[in-house]
């Protein structure tokens, strides 16, 4: 068995940020895997687990595009511009009840749709980038591929579909956010 600490938190950021640099998380990642393994020669696979609460923004090339943001970035509760009300408490009104059931729950602050619509309405999104969560962040830079999410994971996304089990269409568009890129949904297994 092995420990190694996460990456200090990034200062100097927004306030009520919590982000962490992309690059450190996925050296740490990558020192661990090579302390491992030579003790696991005949290694075929990898399982990672993590908290879902965690985002890295990537472009169509898999490029970082941002820090990663964690579940205790507080940005969203932030004052909206157009009141007395936070971003977040702007950002659920747009969420029509009939699309709370079809999630399956209401939105969550520290939800990958709800910080992204954040930063959508603070114009700090740029069209065409993904939203995509740490653990598949580094998945897809370990193995050189493009950025997906495994099933049980997309739910935490916030945007979720459980009658089809695909993006729900209808909210990422009431958030701001169907000018992003959207990690294929692959099942449970």
């Not at 009104?93 to 992204?116: F, N, T």
Request: contains cysteine; proline residues 8%; negative net charge.
């Amino acid at each position: 068995m092995r420990r190694t600490p996460f990456p200090s938190q990034l200062e100097n950021t927004a306030p009520l940020s919590c982000e962490f640099d992309p690059d450190e998380i996925l050296q740490a990642v990558r020192t661990l895997l090579a302390e491992l393994a030579p003790h696991a020669p005949d290694c075929e696979g990898l399982v990672m687990c993590a908290q879902m609460h965690g985002m890295v923004l990537m472009n169509s090339r898999g490029e970082i595009q941002s820090n990663c943001v964690t579940w205790r970035d507080q940005r969203v509760v932030m004052p909206h511009p157009s009141g007395s009300e936070s971003y977040f408490q702007v950002l659920t009104k747009r969420i029509d009840p009939k699309h709370v059931r079809q999630l399956g729950h209401e939105l969550d602050p520290a939800g990958r749709s709800a910080i992204s619509s954040g930063f959508a309405e603070q114009g700090d999104l740029t069209p065409g980038i993904m939203p995509v969560s740490l653990p598949d962040f580094v998945l897809s830079a370990l193995c050189e591929s493009a950025p997906g999410v495994e099933l049980t994971n997309a739910g935490a996304y916030g945007a979720l579909k459980l009658e089809t089990l695909d993006w729900h269409e209808e909210v990422i568009a009431a958030l701001g956010l169907d000018d992003l890129h959207w990690p294929e949904i692959s099942p449970a297994r």
